[in-house]
């Protein structure tokens, strides 16, 4: 009778997930001092919403919320958004609270302690964005652990097949073993930073794992997806071992330290689909981007699944050309110029004459005239007035943007501060209604909320101690100043939980979750122009005028010593944030060889500056960046959508538009006809040129290079297609072809002998026309804007007469027809 009972109690298991709502980090800081950040809007809908519908998507039947700081705030949001056990939804959500929680580790540790979980359960945390399909990845770990029960992990890990995609992430790299028959990882180590020194460049690879299989795969192109299906015994290790505080740095590298336990983790690589984590403000934007573009459907703002809890209420978006949504009583005046990769929530209003592209605006926002807005993410209830440029920053809900205010890239502007008239914010300043407490500033966000007062927390000892006990005299201080640290935001005991399915975990705690009353009635005097009388608490308040200017509120936020302020920005990266720095070594022995050349005669100093000035030419260093992209995605023999996926990540990370992809895709399929060019003659990309091109200077030849180019032509087509999204796309398409063929700009010196294109123009044009990758309007345009420059310039006009006369002649006959049959 005992296997069936077993068979009963299989049968009665539910697929479970581990959802951690807590950051434990800094990164978001000042904004996770107010409010979790699961709850931050990601494109006007609270992260965690996310990762909730994508659970309940893949048939989970039960998660667990561990909620640290701003628990209530969670629990409210789940309460209302009807995620609870009660709601009209078919997973079941339980929160766990801890207010004394401080790693991910300690999380974990527990969970195990409430035992709680009794089968495989899927951990993920509340900042993750997925539309990948569980069930391989599960069915996977579950005929693993049926043949070993040492398989206790399975973790989801995405490749990335281009730098810029990392570091448009935020992510650090990684070096990652694995055994390619078995996908069982072997080693995971984090690697140092470019400009480290050459010591810690390199790794060291046991040799012992080739002692039970033939060879190794070892990738850095591997990023962890914070998707991991585990057994309980993984909650087990973690309770055995305290000094298990980081998932991966600790735990992952643990246990493949520790290989005679006979403990095993896998690894599930994701094909085709997304899945990314929101880890700091650089993968903010980038997350952003990308479900603005449509990679996460079905979480996309026009299929209206994802829910805003509370008063929030159901969105209302449509889609528009351009990847444009607008809710229900969005005002736009036709003045108003809405670019790609924009959404606007309900009731919004914005002025005559603004500008917005690649942003995000949330509800009930107040844009003045005149405004631009680029790259740039806007809560609710967020006024800006006339004249204010905003460029990849980040608004909190009730700030005000005072007229012709100007927000650099990077900068924070927290909840409810104020931006004086006129005044230029600084590239990546951090702006908050809190003051920040000095001192503090190598706690987590969850320290610095929920500082334990008693000293039992890891690591934290009798340290924890005396935080909490100057914590509350910089609160009582603060107090009587009234200053924006705490006010009078202190909890003490929790308050005893109504019986029901939350689990509580109790202990006083510090709140450090709101500016203090005084600086917030300041801070709106401020924002409405009213007086703040004399003697009161609003006038001891004293913001820092030199970071948000005369007749602004708030208070800057200094980043920890060490942190990576451009690294983890909100702004786009810099293109020279790729490249590495020699170190020390190096450069010294540059310039013991450059020495050699000055006994020559010849000006060493002249030529670092043209080099300088070479290497610094942005549209060069564009052009090199998608001509190698697309020929990496050619040799790897990429799918279509996959090269799309490559070609957009760097268009996003660099900031630019289809149109500057499209033109260099488009020269580097006409250079694939040719022999290879000087900077790809000898690397990893020469097979895939000929080895000798056709004899130009005859018939024959001419006729060769254009049947080698309609080949490419052919295959390429729905790539150019995709990128050029409009008639002006086109014509700017014509116009670098025209620079190609004369071996003019960015193609002057470059090798790639354009020049033979040149005869055989107007055939190239047809092509083109043929495969509907130019249309007969943009074609039509670039001849009347050529018709209007110099003679010099209009040398390829002239080539391309008779085809642009025909062209005419078609288009009056169309009209022609047309009347008739009118």
């Given at each position: 009778?005992?296997?069936?009972?077993?068979?009963?109690?299989?049968?009665?298991s539910?697929?479970?997930?581990?959802?951690?709502?807590?950051?434990?980090?800094?990164?978001?800081?000042?904004?996770?001092?107010?409010?979790?950040?699961?709850?931050?809007?990601?494109?006007?809908?609270?992260?965690?919403?996310?990762?909730?519908?994508?659970?309940?998507?893949?048939?989970?039947?039960?998660?667990?919320?561990?909620?640290?700081?701003?628990?209530?705030?969670?629990?409210?949001?789940?309460?209302?958004?009807?995620?609870v056990?009660?709601?009209?939804?078919?997973?079941?959500?339980?929160?766990?609270?801890?207010?004394?929680?401080?790693?991910?580790?300690?999380?974990?540790?527990?969970?195990?302690?409430?035992?709680?979980?009794?089968?495989?359960?899927i951990?993920?945390?509340?900042?993750?964005?997925?539309?990948?399909?569980?069930?391989?990845?599960?069915?996977?770990?579950?005929?693993?652990?049926?043949?070993?029960?040492?398989?206790?992990?399975?973790?989801?890990?995405?490749?990335?097949?281009?730098?810029?995609?990392?570091?448009r992430?935020?992510?650090?790299?990684?070096?990652?073993?694995?055994?390619?028959?078995?996908?069982?990882?072997?080693?995971?180590?984090?690697?140092?930073?470019?400009?480290?020194?050459?010591?810690?460049?390199?790794?060291?690879?046991?040799?012992?794992?080739?002692?039970?299989?033939?060879?190794?795969?070892?990738?850095?192109?591997?990023?962890?997806?914070?998707?991991?299906?585990c057994?309980?015994?993984?909650?087990?290790?973690?309770?055995?071992?305290?000094?298990?505080?980081?998932?991966?740095?600790?735990?992952?590298?643990?246990?493949?330290?520790?290989?005679?336990?006979?403990?095993?983790?896998?690894?599930?690589?994701?094909?085709?689909?997304?899945?990314?984590?929101?880890?700091?403000?650089?993968?903010?934007?980038?997350?952003?981007?990308?479900?603005?573009?449509?990679?996460?459907?079905?979480f996309?703002?026009?299929?209206?699944?994802?829910?805003?809890?509370?008063?929030?209420?159901?969105?209302?978006?449509?889609?528009?050309?351009?990847?444009?949504?607008?809710e229900?009583?969005?005002?736009?005046?036709?003045?108003?110029?809405?670019?790609?990769?924009?959404?606007?929530?309900?009731?919004?209003?914005?002025?005559?004459?603004?500008?917005?592209?690649?942003?995000?605006?949330?509800?009930?926002?107040?844009?003045?005239?005149?405004?631009?807005?680029?790259?740039?993410?806007?809560?609710?209830?967020?006024?800006?007035?006339d004249?204010?440029?905003?460029?990849?920053?980040?608004?909190?809900?009730?700030?005000?943007?005072?007229?012709g205010?100007s927000?650099?890239?990077g900068?924070?502007?927290?909840?409810?501060?104020?931006?004086?008239?006129?005044?230029?914010?600084?590239?990546?300043k951090?702006?908050?209604?809190?003051?920040?407490?000095?001192?503090?500033?190598?706690?987590?966000?969850?320290?610095?909320?929920?500082?334990?007062?008693?000293?039992?927390?890891?690591?934290?000892?009798?340290?924890?101690?005396?935080?909490?006990?100057?914590?509350?005299?910089?609160?009582?201080?603060?107090?009587?100043?009234?200053?924006?640290?705490g006010?009078?935001?202190?909890?003490?005991?929790?308050?005893?939980?109504?019986?029901?399915?939350?689990?509580?975990?109790?202990?006083?705690?510090?709140?450090?979750?709101?500016?203090?009353?005084?600086?917030?009635?300041?801070?709106?005097?401020?924002?409405?122009?009213?007086?703040?009388?004399?003697?009161?608490?609003?006038?001891?308040?004293?913001?820092?005028?030199?970071?948000?200017?005369?007749?602004?509120?708030?208070f800057?936020?200094?980043?920890?010593?060490?942190?990576?302020?451009?690294?983890?920005?909100?702004?786009?990266?810099?293109?020279?944030?790729?490249?590495?720095?020699?170190?020390?070594?190096?450069?010294?022995?540059?310039?013991?060889?450059?020495?050699?050349?000055?006994?020559?005669?010849?000006?060493?100093?002249?030529?670092?500056?043209?080099?300088?000035?070479?290497?610094?030419?942005?549209?060069?260093?564009?052009?090199?960046?998608?001509?190698?992209?697309?020929?990496?995605?050619?040799?790897?023999?990429?799918?279509?959508?996959?090269?799309?996926?490559?070609?957009?990540?760097?268009?996003?990370?660099?900031?630019?538009?289809?149109?500057?992809?499209?033109?260099?895709?488009?020269?580097?399929?006409?250079?694939?006809?040719?022999?290879?060019?000087?900077?790809?003659?000898?690397?990893?990309?020469?097979?895939?040129?000929?080895?000798?091109?056709?004899?130009?200077?005859?018939?024959?030849?001419?006729?060769?290079?254009?049947?080698?180019?309609?080949?490419?032509l052919?295959?390429?087509?729905?790539?150019?297609?995709?990128?050029?999204?409009?008639?002006?796309?086109?014509?700017?398409?014509?116009?670098?072809?025209?620079?190609?063929?004369?071996?003019?700009?960015?193609?002057?010196?470059?090798?790639?002998k354009?020049?033979?294109?040149?005869?055989?123009?107007?055939?190239?044009?047809?092509?083109?026309?043929?495969?509907?990758?130019?249309s007969?309007?943009?074609?039509?345009?670039?001849?009347?804007?050529?018709?209007?420059?110099?003679?010099?310039?209009?040398?390829?006009?002239?080539?391309?007469?008779?085809?642009i006369?025909?062209?005419?002649?078609?288009?009056?006959?169309?009209?022609?027809?047309?009347?008739?049959?009118?």
């Amino acid at each position: 009778m005992a296997p069936k009972r077993a068979e009963r109690m299989e049968a009665r298991s539910v697929l479970t997930a581990v959802l951690l709502a807590d950051s434990f980090t800094q990164r978001f800081r000042p904004i996770t001092v107010e409010r979790p950040k699961v709850l931050l809007p990601l494109v006007n809908v609270p992260m965690i919403e996310y990762t909730l519908e994508w659970l309940a998507k893949n048939k989970v039947e039960e998660t667990y919320v561990f909620c640290c700081a701003h628990a209530d705030q969670i629990k409210k949001y789940l309460a209302e958004s009807k995620w609870v056990e009660g709601g009209a939804r078919r997973m079941r959500v339980t929160t766990i609270v801890s207010t004394s929680c401080t790693s991910a580790g300690e999380a974990l540790r527990i969970i195990d302690q409430r035992d709680i979980i009794k089968s495989d359960f899927i951990l993920v945390s509340g900042d993750t964005v997925s539309n990948m399909n569980l069930e391989p990845a599960l069915a996977a770990h579950m005929a693993r652990r049926a043949a070993d029960k040492n398989a206790i992990m399975t973790m989801v890990m995405k490749a990335v097949h281009h730098p810029q995609q990392r570091l448009r992430l935020g992510e650090v790299d990684t070096l990652t073993c694995l055994d390619p028959a078995t996908a069982r990882l072997l080693k995971y180590q984090e690697l140092p930073a470019a400009g480290a020194s050459k010591s810690s460049a390199y790794v060291k690879v046991d040799a012992a794992f080739f002692s039970e299989r033939d060879n190794i795969l070892i990738r850095t192109d591997l990023v962890d997806c914070q998707i991991s299906i585990c057994a309980p015994e993984v909650l087990m290790l973690f309770s055995d071992n305290f000094d298990y505080q980081n998932l991966k740095r600790d735990f992952v590298s643990g246990v493949l330290s520790e290989e005679e336990l006979g403990n095993k983790l896998h690894v599930y690589e994701l094909h085709g689909e997304y899945a990314a984590h929101v880890d700091n403000l650089r993968s903010f934007d980038t997350v952003s981007q990308d479900i603005l573009q449509r990679w996460t459907f079905p979480f996309v703002p026009d299929t209206n699944v994802l829910q805003r809890g509370g008063a929030w209420g159901m969105p209302t978006y449509r889609y528009s050309r351009g990847h444009v949504y607008c809710e229900q009583q969005v005002h736009v005046p036709r003045s108003t110029i809405l670019g790609s990769d924009v959404c606007i929530g309900a009731g919004t209003l914005t002025g005559e004459q603004c500008r917005i592209t690649q942003s995000v605006i949330g509800r009930h926002c107040r844009i003045g005239k005149n405004v631009t807005i680029i790259g740039s993410y806007v809560h609710d209830n967020v006024t800006i007035q006339d004249n204010v440029v905003l460029e990849g920053a980040l608004v909190c809900e009730n700030a005000h943007i005072m007229a012709g205010a100007s927000i650099s890239p990077g900068a924070i502007i927290s909840f409810g501060v104020v931006i004086g008239p006129g005044h230029r914010v600084e590239r990546n300043k951090r702006l908050s209604l809190c003051r920040q407490v000095v001192g503090l500033t190598s706690l987590s966000d969850d320290e610095l909320e929920y500082p334990t007062s008693t000293g039992h927390t890891s690591g934290g000892g009798g340290e924890a101690v005396s935080t909490s006990r100057r914590l509350c005299q910089q609160e009582s201080e603060a107090n009587k100043q009234g200053l924006g640290i705490g006010g009078s935001d202190y909890e003490g005991d929790e308050e005893e939980e109504e019986e029901g399915d939350d689990f509580e975990v109790s202990g006083k705690a510090l709140s450090f979750e709101k500016p203090s009353s005084a600086a917030v009635r300041a801070a709106s005097f401020v924002a409405m122009g009213k007086a703040i009388l004399a003697g009161s608490q609003e006038e001891a308040v004293r913001f820092d005028v030199e970071v948000v200017g005369p007749g602004g509120a708030g208070f800057e936020w200094r980043p920890n010593e060490g942190f990576d302020v451009e690294r983890f920005s909100i702004a786009a990266p810099h293109i020279n944030q790729t490249v590495q720095v020699d170190s020390d070594a190096d450069i010294a022995e540059a310039g013991a060889e450059g020495n050699d050349s000055e006994k020559d005669g010849e000006s060493n100093e002249d030529t670092t500056d043209d080099e300088e000035e070479e290497e610094e030419d942005p549209e060069t260093v564009w052009k090199a960046e998608v001509i190698e992209t697309f020929l990496r995605c050619v040799k790897m023999r990429f799918s279509l959508d996959n090269v799309v996926i490559e070609l957009n990540g760097l268009k996003i990370a660099e900031d630019r538009t289809f149109a500057d992809c499209a033109k260099y895709i488009f020269t580097a399929i006409l250079s694939l006809c040719l022999p290879a060019p000087p900077a790809y003659a000898k690397g990893e990309y020469a097979s895939l040129f000929p080895a000798t091109g056709p004899n130009i200077s005859t018939q024959e030849g001419k006729v060769a290079l254009l049947r080698a180019f309609k080949q490419q032509l052919s295959s390429w087509q729905n790539l150019l297609q995709r990128f050029l999204k409009n008639e002006d796309d086109q014509v700017e398409v014509l116009l670098t072809f025209e620079e190609f063929c004369s071996e003019d700009g960015v193609f002057e010196k470059s090798g790639e002998k354009g020049s033979a294109y040149a005869d055989i123009f107007p055939q190239v044009l047809k092509q083109l026309y043929d495969l509907d990758v130019v249309s007969e309007e943009a074609l039509l345009v670039w001849a009347a804007e050529k018709e209007h420059a110099d003679e010099s310039e209009k040398v390829f006009l002239a080539k391309a007469s008779e085809f642009i006369a025909w062209l005419k002649e078609s288009e009056d006959e169309d009209e022609d027809t047309e009347d008739e049959e009118d």
